[in-house]
């Protein structure tokens, strides 16, 4: 049986596995671990076009990110276009 709990404000179940994420160089420890780039910026409710994201110093093909699944200790930074003038 899972229970119920809170954990930095947010609700999981006990047992649930969390990644450690390093995101713009600021640490994240909340984060699924089934998490994929996609998941990811939904996640942080970034829009999910004119966005370019690197992975442990690769940067990440678009085409990658609905099946690319994220590993504890991924260092990632993301870049997010907008416009304006």
Not at 21 to 46: C, M, Q, R
Not at 49 to 64: F, G, H, L
Not at 67 to 80: A, M, T, Y
């Amino acid at each position: 049986m899972l229970v119920a709990a809170v954990w930095r404000g947010k609700p999981y179940l006990t047992g649930a596995k969390f990644l450690k994420l390093i995101i713009n160089g600021k640490e994240h420890f909340d984060l699924p671990d089934s998490l994929t780039v996609a998941g990811l910026i939904a996640h942080l409710g970034l829009p999910d076009k004119k966005i370019a994201i690197e992975r442990n110093r690769e940067v990440v093909p678009k085409s990658t990110f609905d099946d690319l699944g994220l590993s504890d200790g991924d260092r990632l930074e993301i870049i997010h276009f907008i416009g304006g003038g």
